[in-house]
């Protein structure tokens, strides 16, 4: 079985290396992928979107580890989610929701068995090592989600603030959910939007012609297009639609068939 982690600790620091030595002591044949530890410090749309981005193409049965957690040490819940493909663990505070707004829900549990901590009083600061490591490794060796601790309700857990993608008449509406490092930004209309024919994307004032490549308009000119993630994105060839257009998380963002 495979634990993927998601972290904003950086590799300067040997947070993510106490992690895993953690993880290798309660579970030694886990086999750990590092989807990243770059998230931007504290930034849970990154995180959410890095999560929501890589579930898809992981063996069914990964232990999902998040641990971006600026509210660590207060009451924010410790959480763990199973799905159909496999659990979650990390902060409930919004970085879980991107795949739990489309995977069914099988359990959720409040980490509250210290029993499968690493210690019964953790420390304030690196819930990381000393709860959602321990945790995870546990879950690979199958322990059963129900004995982690208390069962809590689906719907109570932390959605982070963003227009939630809806169809309209001759189109969808949505918002910007991610930016990557090229300055494209991701939104969260599905690319089951996108049907046969023309159509564009609007964003503020600006209209951007909907293509099928970088390439087919010219460069330094915005575009809009169905990115490799599966949902609709807006970017500039060879630019950054970041800088170029301003775009920021939580944007409007209206797709028009023509």
Known sequence: MTIALITDFGTQDSYVGVMKGVIATVAPAAHCIDLTHAVSPQDLYVARFALLSAYPYLPVGTVYLVVVDPGVGTQRRAVAVQTERGWLVGPDNGVLSGVLDHAPILTAVELTNADYWRL??????????????????????????????????????????????????????GAVQYIDRFGNAATN?????VQPGPWQLGLGPRLLPGVSTYGEVAVGEGLALIGSHGFVEVAVNRGSAQQQLGITVGDRITLTRL
């Open 120 to 173: 019964a009083q953790p420390s304030a600061t690196f819930h990381g090592r000393d709860i959602f490591a321990p945790v995870a490794a546990h879950l690979h060796n199958g322990v059963p989600i129900e004995q982690l601790g208390s069962p809590i309700e689906p719907h109570s857990l932390v959605q982070l603030p963003l227009v939630q993608p809806t169809a309209i008449p001759n189109g969808w509406m």
């Open 189 to 193: 209309i599905p690319a089951s939007a």
